[in-house]
């Protein structure tokens, strides 16, 4: 019994054989059942990832071209493309595409810019007739922040009699994160208790918000018997003027402190030229940025000044010098006078300080004298032909145009002259001019053909043509120069706008009879007193800078033995119609830096030349190096001095004298801008 109990175990184990082949074969099916669906999902999973690795390669590709484009927007790369047609600021219709240099990810990506047109309610213009309006600056309108939450629309019209201008409809934009605070414009009159518009409507529009203040029946902008004129603007008197209107309003922000970049427009009607105009200095760009399937888009705000008619970018230098002096033993002493009797052959000047990066865009050559007969006609033998070397080479165009290097002169293409006729014989002054541009861009390239710029930088010499005689001596009225208006580009100026005014002007002084002389108009456009320049823009002040502007003016025959001549910049307008009585040590009066007392003054008004009286401006003393008889001066209108103001459009010179006489050869401006990039207005991805 005990031995079948102890046996009993062993046919038990026995009976068991076979059955772990049997687990295994089951685990073997069941691994069979698990690892095909296993594989396909690892197989979809390796698919899946290469897909999502694909589209994030696009993504990053087609950002990459986002960037791309704005960096082209940035620093101006967009006014290189010439497909399908060259680029322009003013161009809503066509669009400019290229292929991103360089693959991302091992992938290209396709860009495309476009120009966006802001204005709601206006139809797209053409190319001509945007250019036409922004660049004539008859009507401008511009935005600039008038507080935390305070915004102005600041609209310039220079009106000329008869025209009557009026506003069909007046619009702003506002961009992405901030709001329009309904009724809250100053577009009423507050004495009437009167809304100026018909209705105010506020639209989503462009992933911002559009305010259009709507006019029914049009309202005139300057007012009329039955209509009070816009806010700030003054009833017209005379035959033109330039009337200004800030339109302010309150704006909400989703973020403290910020300030939006509206654009804003107007609609007109009754002048034919302006049918509308608008903010042109805030650009909106649309940015497409595609790759393989993955499309990424932008809109992009860049604050850049508008170019108007008469702007060019860059900056400039004015160089010159005199052609006739006192001569030897002759001086303040013995000749009080100050009478030049002695022609030169010719007289030089040199620039140095112009940025190494810098190409010169224009070259603007000036000369100028006094010819004591009618008998003296303009021509190859009196005034109109000099010679010009560069560097020590003379320099010419030949008969089909092209620069030259040889002996040959160069005729004057504008000649301007003003009859004095003090001597009784019909003597005059006058203005010669020619652009000479190639000259100086070819010649700079003959001396160093490897160079991958030419700034200007070298020595100017003129001199009469042969044969030629630039002016006559021995009279009070006797004087001859030359000056050259250097104006360049390059990365670091690209923000300055110049306004250059060259009609031939002559104030006329009092002759020593007391009282005054003339204040003339330097823009030649009124008959003076004094004179107003627009059709600019001043922008906010650049970090840095001191002067908001710089003004050079070239005068012939300013003497330093007479006063009572000076420059006025935005003299208060009380002194408008008497610029003589603007007072000493008023900011508007600028100063040459150049200190004359009043010992060698000939004739009452004995007033000197100082900082804090500069009556004596005009007195052929030198700031750079420059000879007897004229005056090549520069003069700094600074941000401190309150002269200019952001948003300003407009600005008077007077140039009134009293016994002095002399001629005004040319007037140059400059207003330093800044070019930002703002930040997305929008950014979408399709893929």
Known sequence: MNKRRRNLPVRLMRGEEGQILAIVIIFMLLGCVILTPLLQYMGTGIKTGTTFQNKTDELYTADAGIQDGTWQVKYNGISTFTTPVTYNSYDYSDNWSYLLSGQVNAKSANVTIANVWVPKNLATPTQSQATSIIQTGKLLVSDSSAGSTTWKINITYSWAKPEALAVTALGVWLPPGFTYVAGSSNLWNKAHSQRLYSSETTYAYDSGQAVIWTFSPAYPFAGDASHDPFPGVTAPTGNSQVLTSPITFQFASQQAGATPGAVSWMATSGVSSIPFSWDADIKVFHITSVCGGTTVQTYLAKHDLRQLGAAINGDYRAIGNSLMVMGSGYTQSNDPDGIRHQLLTDSSATVSDIPSDATIVAAYLYWSGWLQSSSEQMGNSYGASINLKINNNQVYYDAQGNPQRGSSAIPSTKNQTYPINITGNGDYSYSCYRDVTALAQWELKQESPSASNYPGNATYDVGPASGCRLGDTGNEWSYSGWSLVLIYSSASTQGHQLYLYDKFAYADGNHGNGGNGADIDPTGNTA????????????????????????????????????????????????????????????????????????????????????????????????????????????????????????????????????????????????????????????????
Request: charged fraction near 15%.
């Open 528 to 687: 003076g007193p004094g004179g107003v320049i627009s059709g600019f823009l001043v922008p906010p002040q650049v970090a840095g800078d001191v002067d908001a502007a710089k003004l050079t003016a070239f005068v012939g025959e300013g003497d330093w033995c007479y006063a009572g001549d000076f420059l006025a910049f935005n003299a208060p307008s009380q002194y408008w119609s008497n610029p003589w009585s603007i007072p000493d040590g008023d900011s508007s009066k600028l100063w040459d830096g150049i200190t004359l007392d009043t010992s060698h003054l000939a004739a009452a008004p004995y007033l000197p030349n100082t900082a804090t009286q500069p009556d004596n401006v005009w007195n052929s003393y030198s700031q750079s190096g420059l000879a007897d008889g004229i005056d090549i001066k520069t003069f700094h209108i600074t941000w401190a001095s309150g002269l200019l103001h952001q948003g300003d459009t407009s600005a008077r010179i007077d140039m009134p004298t009293q016994v002095d006489s002399w001629n005004l050869v040319y007037i140059i401006l400059s207003f330093r801008s800044v070019t930002t990039t703002g930040g997305d207005i929008s950014f979408l991805i399709r893929q």
